[in-house]
């Protein structure tokens, strides 16, 4: 369903139909519509322009530059981040000279804009992140010709720099600031890792990334430049479960400029997908100033359906029309497209219920929809493009495609990017995708000074508003590692200063930040942090409600989220090193691209694991200042994943170097993948431990350039082996092995994240790599019932009781788990079936065996058959070019399984070359 949300100009249509009272009606101009020239200062570079944009784009599509990702651009296009940029239109035709007012409206200026109209100065800007908008009624009148509109862009890095210098300006302890590439980032409201970032290059880039527009206004006309609107239930407030029986209320405040009627009155219309009208009537406690106007209303509950996240129940919208009434006519509307639901973040105490129930003594912190608990499944989103202004609605849509079909329900849009744009949110909202959104800072902490905190006031007013409609949003966070990470390096290295450190962080994300959101939204739960302790104490009286918890904890109790990096791989599989919290919020470990990504911006010559080119691109551990050649730090992250493959899998030694190349960059795939769903397994299976742990999300989603990440999803689309592995790690229940190397204790564990229990069996053959079935004693069926939401034990052992004579490096054990359950968003029970494997050995030592795969086509898909052994990590690939993804992948299979394995085109044409390739691969020549 369409319409999304839309601003409608009723004006206009007055116009059209010969209505309008005034002498003209409200026009606007969208600036993509004009001719823009794109130059520097002293004029040697001046091509065509696009609005939005971003200076790189125009210059690389003038011929300028070249790709800046490609090879070392990085590096070699400093030079464009360090000159200013103008974008000049052409003479504005068309402007009317008798209009009443008018305005400049730009969504998004890439940041520090100094604006000129008909050659007068009309203002400078400093902000990415805010919505800017100016009055030139006057410079318009007085213009002699076409007037020119022309925007300068400052250098982002030599401003960041410029303010740090100031005398006075504010410093912090060596280590708190994490440098990427340009320094001084926390200075700026810009996108923070536009200066660098471990997954990603530093092309500072500026430019008027958002549309804008110059809107004019008769006399009694205004403008809705940015809409609000909360629903929540009767008595809800932020961070707390409400009553899930009360009516809804729906607030809306619409921000405007022009001249609003001084007996302005607010009217709705609620409509479903089909266009019936489930609503309409009048808002009340209708209040304004000259630039906004508020007003709410009481909907009665059982006039709606709830919105679910995937999986869950339908994801039920409504479009909502509100419309300002004066003079006994509608004057302006607004349309947003909204759903009702409550998502809180439950950080309360556990209660004496929830002891009773073997829950560790502490906090909650996990997420509930319309009520009811639910395993959140998921990971983090990053920028998905460099250049935000070449990030499209398709990109988008295939990208949300990937996260439901990988069996995820919620991404944490991490927080030193962007605000998403308003069709990733509706994207999010038609696809059930919950989207954990932060504020945008990170890995550093922030002035606090009046002209900063005003500029973040703005910033985060805006935001807010903008956003708040849409029943995807599920959290705001005030920023990235901040409290695990940022108070925790100014602990160790100026421990006498950590309170005053910690004030100015509660100035910024506390004082300033949550009276603006808690302000305008009572829907959404709010942490100053990802990753926390969550808060100590909650309390509505006080105007800032939230008082931090940090280190005030009681042993023994468990709170708040966790987020886990560890590159040492020796301890990757033991899961006494993963931490123990309620909910992961971040944890991971790099891999390399595939062979085709690398292809795509690499030169040939440069196609080989430590060529400089490759190991520059590597940003983990970061260059830490602009120097191009800081190969100490990124040589210790390609070390890192070489070690990894080398402990725990074959190492690949091949004759042919592009071959070696690709299977090397495999190979770092499948460890990654490995360690993750471990990982995920693990967390998944405490939802039935004492810590109650209820949500997994991993980093990273997807990348924004070709080169070693933690990324899921490489730039192009293409599925690293990790999103397989996740899809299959994230069913509603799956059934894990956990192995304690040491001690050689094992276990055997089915979780599930259905609503209702579930019950069925667990069957367990054991095999050596031959695929001669192995005699064994651990039982053959094991009966299973998990509950809602919860893990079993299915199996308790030792493997130096159960193999007695079996060589460890023989043996491996195939588990399957089928269940009756019923999914949330389906009344029928349904069989549930995972499978999972087990090696008693690393696989860089088991004796494993040439499985003798096969691979035949058929018409719609691949029948792929082991038949001479088991196949571990069976890898099929498809050709450069095709988009897409497999209908399954990076499986193991017994002698004698055949697996039918279709392909889903989402991009390109199908080409055919598919190969398929399994661990023994790894040990060919
Ligand atoms: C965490 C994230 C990111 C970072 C990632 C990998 O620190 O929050 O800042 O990119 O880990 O290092």
């Not at 239930?233 to 809306?252: A, F, I, Y």
Request: proline share 6%.
């Amino acid at each position: 369903m369409r319409p999304r949300s839309t601003q409608a100009v009723l004006a206009a249509s007055f116009a059209a139909a010969g209505s309008c009272h005034d002498t003209y009606c409200q026009q606007n101009l969208n600036l993509s519509t004009v001719s823009w020239t794109v130059s520097n200062p002293n004029g040697s570079v001046s091509v065509p322009g696009k609005f939005p944009s971003q200076a790189h784009i125009d210059l690389y599509a003038a011929g300028v530059i070249p790709w800046p990702l490609y090879g070392l651009g990085d590096f070699d296009l400093r030079w464009v981040a360090y000159s200013n940029w103008t974008y000049t239109s052409e003479a504005l035709k068309g402007l009317r000279q008798d209009a009443d007012s008018t305005w400049l409206l730009f969504n998004g200026l890439d940041t520090f804009a100094s604006i000129e109209f008909c050659g007068k100065h009309v203002a400078a800007t400093n902000n990415q992140f805010r919505q800017y908008y100016f009055d030139v009624t006057s410079l318009l009148k007085e213009c002699k010709s076409n007037p020119v509109l022309s925007i300068n862009f400052g250098s982002a890095p030599n401003i960041a720099d410029a303010i740090a210098a100031e005398p006075g300006q504010e410093t912090w302890p060596f280590g708190v600031e994490i440098n990427y590439e340009f320094l001084n980032r926390q200075f700026i409201r810009k996108e923070q890792s536009d200066f660098g970032w471990d997954w990603g290059p530093a092309f500072a880039p500026v430019g008027p990334w958002l549309p804008g527009s110059i809107v004019q206004l008769a006399a009694s006309e205004f403008h809705i430049r940015n809409s609000l609107v909360d629903i929540y239930r009767e008595g809800q407030l932020n961070l707390l479960p409400p009553d899930q029986s009360r009516d809804w209320v729906v607030k809306t405040s619409l921000d405007v400029f022009g001249k609003l009627p001084s007996d302005a009155s607010l009217t709705y219309s609620l409509q479903d997908a089909s266009g019936k009208t489930v609503g309409e009537g009048r808002f009340e406690n209708v209040t304004s100033d000259s630039s906004t106007i508020t007003g709410s209303v009481v909907i009665p509950a059982d006039s709606v359906n709830l919105w679910w996240p995937v999986g869950m129940g339908p994801q039920t919208l409504y479009s909502l029309k509100i419309a300002v009434d004066s003079n006994g006519r509608t004057v302006n509307e607004v349309t947003k497209r909204v759903g009702f639901r409550t998502i809180v973040s439950n950080q309360g105490p556990i209660t004496q219920e929830q002891l009773d129930m073997g829950i560790a003594p502490g906090n909650n912190w996990h997420f509930e929809i319309n009520g009811h608990e639910f395993y959140a499944k998921g990971s983090n989103l990053i920028p998905p493009d460099v250049f935000w202004a070449n990030v499209t609605e398709a990109r988008i849509k295939q990208l949300f495609d990937s996260v439901v079909i990988g069996n995820q329900n919620m991404l944490r849009v991490w927080s030193s990017g962007a605000y998403s744009p308003d069709f990733m949110y509706d994207l999010a909202d038609e696809m059930g995708i919950l989207l954990w959104s932060e504020f945008e800072f990170g890995d550093a902490l922030y002035p606090v000074e009046k002209e900063f905190l005003d500029n973040v006031k703005d910033e985060v007013y805006y935001q807010v508003r903008r956003i708040n409609h849409h029943p995807s949003l599920a959290y705001w966070a005030g920023g990235n590692e901040l409290e695990n990470l940022e108070l925790y390096v100014v602990e160790n290295a100026a421990p006498k200063e950590l309170d005053r450190y910690t004030a100015e962080y509660e100035t910024l994300f506390l004082d300033t930040i949550v009276p603006i959101l808690f302000g305008n939204s009572r829907s959404i739960s709010y942490s100053p942090s990802s990753t926390s302790n969550g808060y100590l104490e909650l309390d509505f009286s006080l105007p800032q409600p939230i008082t931090e918890r940090y280190n005030n904890k009681t042993p023994g109790s468990i709170y708040g989220e966790t987020d886990h990096y560890d590159y040492d791989s020796t301890v990757a599989f033991d899961i006494s090193s993963y931490p123990i919290g309620r909910f992961a919020n971040e944890f991971g470990f790099h891999s390399m691209p595939s062979l085709e990504s690398w292809q795509q911006q690499i030169d040939p010559a440069d196609l080989y694991f430590n060529s400089s080119t490759i190991v520059l691109r590597n940003h983990h551990y970061p260059p830490m200042n602009t120097n191009t050649s800081n190969y100490a730090n990124s040589t210790k992250g390609m070390v890192e994943m070489t070690l990894a493959v080398e402990r725990w899998y074959p190492a690949p030694q091949k004759e042919d170097p592009i071959a070696n190349f690709s299977a090397w960059c495999h190979a770092t795939q499948i460890f990654q993948a490995d360690y993750y769903s471990s990982q995920i397994q693990y967390y998944r299976s405490g939802s039935g431990r004492r810590e109650r742990q209820l949500g997994s999300l991993y980093w990273q989603l997807e990348d924004q350039w070709q080169a070693p990440t933690w990324a899921g999803i490489e730039y192009d689309g293409r599925w690293k082996v990790l999103h397989y592995v996740a899809r299959d790690i994230y069913q509603p229940v799956i059934v894990s092995p956990f192995f304690n190397a040491t001690t050689k204790d094992f276990e055997v564990w089915v979780t599930s994240d259905l609503w209702s229990s579930v019950k069925g069996a667990v069957n367990l053959t054991w095999y050596d790599w031959s695929g001669k079935r192995l005699d064994i004693a651990t039982p053959v069926t094991l009966p299973v019932t998990v509950g809602a939401i919860n893990s079993t034990k299915v199996l308790q052992t030792n493997t130096n009781d159960i193999l007695k004579n079996h060589d460890p490096l023989d043996v491996v054990l195939a588990m399957s788990v089928s269940v009756e359950g019923q999914l949330p968003s389906s009344n029928t029970t349904q069989t549930l079936t995972h499978t999972n494997w087990f090696h008693a050995a690393p696989l860089s030592v088991a004796h494993i065996v040439d499985p003798g795969l096969k691979i035949t086509p058929g018409k719609d898909s691949f029948t792929i058959e082991a038949t001479t052994g088991v196949a571990a990590w069976v890898w099929l690939d498809h050709s450069a070019g095709v988009m897409g993804y497999f209908d399954s992948n990076a499986f193991w299979l017994a002698p004698g399984e055949k697996k039918e394995v279709g392909f889903t085109v989402t991009g390109g044409e199908w080409i055919d070359g598919t190969t398929v390739q399994s661990l023994w691969d790894l040990t060919l020549p």
